[in-house]
């Protein structure tokens, strides 16, 4: 009997771990903020890795257990480019967390099973949102960071106030923000996949996250994620018609 995960591929899931929770808190703390405040951004980096670590890396494995349960091969990889390219953006304030995925190996698989494939992951994220918001309401935890100061009340959604983490609260907004990025339907990501299956279904999630992200974290980010969704839903349609190979 060969293991779940091989030694090889716990080595890559740990350092995309890492990287995707390093990158992650330089967008929030800043390059300078975090030269400034080194000690902080030690410690900064344990929320993000409970957190976002934690959505990243389930994300992942929620694919894999599926791919597997339809008897496929299912493998997680480290993307080295796309590691670095994450890092580096991550100085200029954006994340592209896209560290690594999970190749599936099948002899055949269908359009259907390879779209509950891409779906467990982002309703993964939802398990996560729904238990961090849980967490917030009865054992919610504050911790204090001078570099998140400067972004006063902009981030209150993501429970970011005048310095003050919400630790729940930023889980949660990161496993909604992680649900949405990969439901994008651009080929590798998994909304390609949901969409090539079944485009109502891809709505219908869309739409169950951005509710969820409207009552839960904050309604600006139904706004500007859905006019950014509905933009690349439309270039896909133009560039993509035939569907991921
Ligand atoms: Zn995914």
């Known amino acids: 009997m060969h293991t779940l995960i091989g030694k090889s591929e716990a080595i890559q899931i740990v350092i995309s771990v890492l990287a995707i929770t390093l990158a992650m808190a330089i967008v929030f703390a800043g390059l300078d903020g975090a030269l400034a405040y080194p000690k902080e951004f030690v410690l900064f980096l344990l929320p993000i890795l409970v957190t976002m670590g934690s959505g990243f890396i389930l994300h992942e494995m929620a694919h894999k257990l599926v791919a597997i349960y339809y008897g496929a091969r299912a493998q997680f990889q480290m993307w080295i480019q796309g590691l670095v390219f994450m890092l580096v953006m991550s100085v200029f304030g954006i994340l592209f967390a896209a560290p690594g995925a999970v190749y599936i190996y099948a002899e055949k698989i269908t359009k259907r099973e390879n779209g509950i494939i891409s779906l467990a992951g982002p309703t993964l994220n939802i398990f996560l949102l729904l238990i961090f918001i849980v967490l917030q309401k009865f054992a919610p935890i504050t911790q204090y960071y001078s570099f998140l100061a400067p972004w ?8 970011i106030l005048y310095g003050a983490l919400s630790v729940w609260q930023f889980g ?3 496993n909604l923000m992680l649900a949405l990025f990969n439901m ?27 509710i969820l992200g409207a009552v839960l974290i904050q309604p600006g980010i139904v706004i500007s994620w859905g006019i950014m969704l509905l933009l690349l839903l439309i270039i896909s349609r133009i560039f993509f018609r035939g569907g991921p190979k």
């Not at 006063?152 to 429970?159: K, R, S």
């Open 184 to 210: 994008i339907p651009a080929f590798p990501l998994d909304g390609s996949k949901v969409m090539w299956w079944n485009k109502w279904i891809w709505g219908g999630f869309v739409l169950l996250l951005l």
């Open 172 to 174: 949660a907004a990161m």
């Open 152 to 159: 006063g009340n902009d981030f209150q959604g993501f429970g």
